[in-house]
């Protein structure tokens, strides 16, 4: 993965900071939310930080309690409980926010990195449910960007 500033996404410019500190204000939320992603600052360290669906989960939980009832956590998951956690992620968001399959990002775009755009627009997707406008800004896109102007 190349660092850069942001994705084409469907017609969309989505950027990867803007998902990044989306995530970084569920500590102010959910003061259990202990994620230091502080020394993110490229698209590649901000893909491997969300690799093992942990956060991802704990962003879920945080929105709506409970939705993710086992996370697996160490330090070094063996890949198919990072895909069991990320696979709990998306199973969360299609229940909760009656979303398709193919709506959201395949575990494997997320854990090889092989289109990680896809994350992110996910994340932006997340990030403008009706939920989530309780707790914090949206991830902007270009359409909430020229709407703001």
Known sequence: MSAVKSFQCAGEEIYWKDALNWIKDFARINP????????TDDVAQFALALQDGVILCDVLNTLHPNTVARIIRGPSLRAYQCKLNINAFLHGCAMHF???????????????????ERVVQTLAKV????????FNQPVPTSTTLLSAS
Not at 32 to 38: A, G, K, R, Y
Not at 127 to 134: E, G, Q, Y
């Open 32 to 39: 259990e939310f202990q994620h230091d992603l502080s020394g």
């Open 127 to 134: 990030s403008h449910a009706k939920v989530c406008l309780f």
């Open 98 to 116: 009656e979303w398709t399959a193919e709506s959201l990002f395949d575990p494997d775009e997320l854990y090889l990195g092989a289109r990680f």
